[in-house]
């Protein structure tokens, strides 16, 4: 393994998209980011230099960053943000990791810009579990707001606003064609009879999508850095904070193909219909115009979903086995959703929020992990509730619970416990997916369902053989969705919905986990660089 080197310059940069110019906070002058490229194994150093007005840090999103907390990026979670004109290196190891992730702003809504793919090869010399494609091709998937990203946030902020909705999605930072300020939108150039691994990245703020070739059948290798049993699909399902590998044959008759996003909410929220387009075009094609999709799934089209999601079976090979624990110290319910909270100086003297287990969750105004590692006090409780209060009726229309309070709590573990979280959705203001997503661990998704979770029957269904491992999970409307993961990492690690509109609202909190007493069971040391609040 080697120490690779990058520098991210965060600058602004002007960029033309829907006819109009604005400037936006970038990597290096680009959108989507730079991707960053490594081996398992490799240490990664990425020198970060503010040079914007706004406050940055940034998130290696799926990276387990096993002892080095330090380089997570969550602000106010693992580090005080990089203040304009400083600096920030990030220094930590792919342990044990391959495949696609992403990297991405994580401080107030900078990722709307701020993102990047990561591409983890296997170690030299091993290879990949599934046939080696001729190709490989990143596609970063976003969205555009024509107007400044502050101003989506504090309209969000306000009394009883539905979520803002961007202007566009967007495929490697281009919406799709628009014949009017002659824009064109993404191409992938093919050849016939080769194969191509996509590696599609989710770095939207506030949409889970699907993803759609016209005329082709993709084989799904890979999700969240995790390989899974290879399935062929034509409809591709992927929320905020995902990653998936599939291959792509280019088995057709010459041509040009659409390639399709959409978004997916089941409920009457409002929402982005935007379908952002490319194409697929085929080497010596003489064709002038794509073959159009036959279908693009509804908006609404929680099936698709749901098969799309079965049919995630990790590899649980001899060389990728699947650890899922089997035996559970820290059994928790948490309900995720919308909710009240009492405030005095809102109209009607309430405001809507989210909340985990009725807790809005607070950034604080020092980082968790500083706090945690120094001892300071008043920063954090360490009693966020393991359970919601009751009675509760969670899919329902309950009379009752539906204040949330203020907090900045964690719920603490020890170190290399195993924990069990049943995430429930409830549906007090407005049902909705959530695409749920743990820092510092990979989880296995044991079960899902419809309903209130049954701790009697529900458990007998848990699939503990070959459940999909991930970072980010929808957890569907209505429904539950059953997470299990050992709490390996020492440190203090986030976990909140990946929709950016449900975290500013407060649909987050914290793990502590302790250190074990073994030599390498520790956090390490800061580096001296880490940023001051
Ligand atoms: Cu990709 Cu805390 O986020």
């Not at 359970?387 to 170190?415: E, M, R, S």
């Not at 793990?511 to 520790?522: A, Q, R, T, W, Y």
Request: aromatic share 10%; net charge positive.
């Amino acid at each position: 393994s080697v120490t690779r080197h990058y520098k991210f310059n965060v600058v602004q940069r002007k960029k033309t998209r829907l006819c109009a110019t604005k400037s936006i906070v970038t990597v290096n002058g680009k959108f989507p980011g730079p991707t960053v490229y490594a081996r398992e194994d490799d240490r990664l150093v990425v020198k970060v230099v503010n040079h914007v007005q706004e406050n940055v840090t940034i998130h290696w999103h799926g990276v387990r960053q096993l002892r080095t907390g330090w380089s997570d990026g969550p602000a106010y979670i693992t580090q005080c943000p990089i203040q304009s004109g400083q600096s920030y290196t990030y220094n930590f190891t792919l342990t044990g990791q391959r495949g696609t992730l992403l990297w991405h702003g994580h401080v107030n809504w900078l990722r709307a810009t701020v993102h990047g793919a990561i591409v983890i090869l296997p170690k030299r010399g091993v290879p990949y579990p599934f046939p080696k494609p001729d190709k490989e091709e990143i596609i970063v998937l976003g969205e555009w707001w024509k107007s400044d990203v502050e101003a989506v946030i504090n309209q969000s902020l306000q009394v009883g606003r539905a979520p803002n909705v961007s202007d566009a999605h967007t495929i490697n930072g281009l919406p799709g064609p628009a014949p009017n300020c002659s824009s064109n939108g993404y191409t992938l150039h093919v050849e016939s009879g080769k194969t191509y691994l996509l590696r599609i990245v989710n770095a939207g703020l506030n949409e889970e999508l699907f993803f759609k070739i016209a005329g082709h059948q993709l084989t799904i290798v890979e999700v969240d850095a995790s390989y899974v049993k290879p399935f062929k699909t034509d409809t591709i399902f992927i929320g905020p904070g995902q990653t998936t590998n599939a291959i792509l044959t280019a088995d057709q008759d010459a041509g040009k193909y659409l390639i399709a996003i959409s978004p997916f909410m089941d409920t009457t929220v409002a929402t982005d219909n935007q379908t952002a387009t490319g194409v697929i075009r085929y080497k010596s094609t003489t064709a002038f115009s794509p073959t159009a999709l036959t279908t693009i799934p509804p908006r609404n089209a929680t099936p698709v979903t749901n098969s799309f999601m079965e049919s995630l079976r990790s590899l649980n090979s001899k060389e990728y086995p699947t650890k899922v624990p089997l035996e559970i110290d820290h059994s928790l319910l948490f309900t995720i959703g919308i909710g009240i909270n009492p405030c005095a100086t809102c109209q009607n003297g309430s405001r809507v929020v989210a909340a985990i287990n009725n807790v809005t969750f607070v950034l604080p105004t020092t980082a968790l992990l500083q706090a945690h590692y120094y001892g300071i006090s008043g920063v954090y409780t360490e009693d966020f509730p393991g359970n919601p209060p009751t009675p509760y009726n969670y899919t329902g229309t309950p009379p009752t619970n539906i204040q949330t309070t203020n907090g900045t709590k964690v719920y603490k573990l020890a170190f290399n416990s195993t924990v069990q979280v049943v995430i429930q959705g409830n549906s007090i203001v407005a049902p909705e997916s959530h695409p749920t997503h743990l820092h510092g661990f990979n989880f296995f998704v044991v079960g899902k369902g419809l309903g209130n979770f049954n701790p009697n029957t529900d458990p007998k269904k848990f699939n503990l053989v070959d459940p999909v491992e991930r970072n980010t999970i929808s957890v569907p409307t209505g429904g539950w969705t059953v997470i299990r993961f050992r709490a390996d990492n020492p440190g203090i690690w986030f976990m909140h919905c990946h929709l950016e509109v449900h975290t500013t609202w407060g649909l987050k909190m914290a793990f502590l986990v302790e250190n074990g007493n073994g030599p390498n069971e520790s956090i390490l040391p800061p580096p001296t660089d880490l940023p001051k609040c």
